[in-house]
């Protein structure tokens, strides 16, 4: 009886320690949704005070300018007032000259002429005589000539009301407020040395023509631009591992030129350790980041190796030709299990290339079938996944690698036999003539 009481209480106990467990997994998955909920309430009412300044700084903005454009106008029609007026008033106001010297004259003559008449007696006619052939040089008949009233300018202003009509339904539609964005980041994938952003858009309404993507460090105060195009992904590259990073992508569509306001922001870093070609080498010199290798002189040969075995199955390893040069059927680029540096090509055993002429070499020999020749901006990609093999062959020690290799919509698919387990693999490339340059990532 008191065995069973024991498992009985035991029971309870085990129970009781079950629920405690799950009330605190039930609370802290409860907190985390409060979290949630705060940060996207956050987000509604930052992006909506941001969104305020933005509508008020830009109304202010052109209300100064609407205004200054109408200041410019106003001065500039007044301007023509006073220049017409002036030159319309020029010739009246010689002919006002004129006619007051003829009036001056006048009353000068008519003092002239009564005080002549006053002064004659019976025998003195010579002042009488001097006013009348003074009176006669003077052509009192010769009127100036003054211009009728329908001859005169007469100044006013034409003025359009239907800009206002243009103006108010021009203001009235103009600007509008959205709820999101019409493009989201979807996907931010590591890579050795890079991150893969996907993005789509989210309105249906909106047609897309070119995207912008930007990021930055998230200790920096500025974004970059990493990409302006219609593909909607893209590896940026250069990206320190172990480092946050924030992504951010807008579009221009519609046939506006304006791009649309940003997506929300996206926090991305890659753990993955980047890859780089093997310094010190004679032949090649390599970038900063050792991640592009230029082949630049005639003189030593031999495969150029990855610093270390950084391409892990399941990954997607990707050389970009960036430049060409003259070809040897030596030449190649891929993978292989082990350096060896006695080989000048990867055209061996324990490896798999593909040379510049588009041939694919598995263990030294030759496929059937071929991918395009490399041109200068061709992307060669290599995938490979481990192949389960069946007990017996794996009692042997082999192990198979389904390989993929993709170049210009064109791919190759085999399985690669080796006879171990290959956990992490070296990449390398082989140039007989200087100019290749080969971008890895």
């Known amino acids: 009886m008191e065995l069973e009481l024991e498992l009985e209480t035991e029971t309870l106990l085990q129970e009781a320690r079950e629920s405690i467990e799950a009330a605190r997994t039930y609370r802290r998955e409860l907190q985390q949704r409060l979290k949630g909920l705060h940060l996207a309430r956050q987000q509604i009412k930052d992006s909506a005070a941001l969104t305020r300044d933005v509508l008020e700084q830009h109304f202010n903005d052109l209300k100064g300018t609407l205004k200054k454009l109408l200041d410019e106008r106003l001065v500039s029609l007044l301007q ?41 007696t019976g025998e003195d006619s010579d002042k009488l005589c001097n006013f009348t052939k003074k009176a006669l040089h003077i052509q009192l008949d010769s009127l100036p000539e003054v211009p009728p009233l329908v001859d005169v300018p007469c100044l006013s202003a034409q003025l359009d009301d239907s800009l206002l009509t243009i103006v108010k339904s021009q203001i009235f539609n103009h600007g509008t407020v959205a709820s999101r964005p019409p493009v989201q980041i979807e996907e931010l994938i590591e890579k050795p040395g ?95 980041r050792r991640n592009i290798a230029l082949r630049n002189d005639y003189q030593s040969g031999g495969v150029l190796y990855s610093k270390a075995p950084t391409y892990y199955c399941g990954q997607t390893l990707t050389f970009r030709i960036e430049t060409v040069g003259q070809q040897d059927k030596k030449d190649s680029i891929g993978v292989c299990v082990e350096q060896q540096n006695s080989c000048d090509s990867l055209q061996r055993d324990k490896a798999v290339c593909v040379s510049t002429n588009g041939a694919v070499f598995v263990n030294g020999k030759e496929m059937t079938n071929q991918l395009p020749p490399f041109t200068s901006g061709s992307a060669v990609t290599f995938d490979m996944e481990a192949v389960n093999l069946s007990p017996s062959h794996n009692e042997g020690g082999s192990f198979k690698l389904r390989v993929t290799i993709s170049s210009n919509n064109r791919e190759v698919v085999f399985d690669w036999v080796l006879d171990q387990c290959c956990g992490s693999l070296y990449f390398g490339c082989s140039f007989s003539y200087p100019g290749w340059k080969v971008l890895v990532f």
Not at 92 to 115: F, M, P, W, Y
Not at 194 to 208: S, T
């Open 80 to 120: 023509e007032v006073d220049a017409i007026e002036q030159e319309s008033i020029k010739p009246l106001e010689e002919c006002q000259k004129l006619i007051e010297h003829g009036v001056g004259t006048a009353d000068e003559l008519l003092r002239e002429g009564e005080s002549a008449i006053h002064s004659v």
């Open 194 to 288: 890079g991150i893969l952003v996907r993005w789509c858009k989210v309105d249906e309404d909106f047609i897309p023509q070119d995207y912008r993507l930007q990021y930055r460090k998230t200790t920096a105060s500025h974004f970059e631009d990493a990409y302006v195009g219609s593909e909607t992904e893209f590896i940026v590259l250069h990206i320190d591992p172990n480092i946050d990073y924030q992504f951010r992508i807008c579009a221009r569509g519609g046939g506006r030129q304006e791009w649309s306001p940003w997506s929300v922001s996206q926090i991305g870093r890659s753990t993955l350790v980047p890859h780089e070609w093997a310094a010190g080498f004679e032949g090649y010199s390599l970038s900063s």
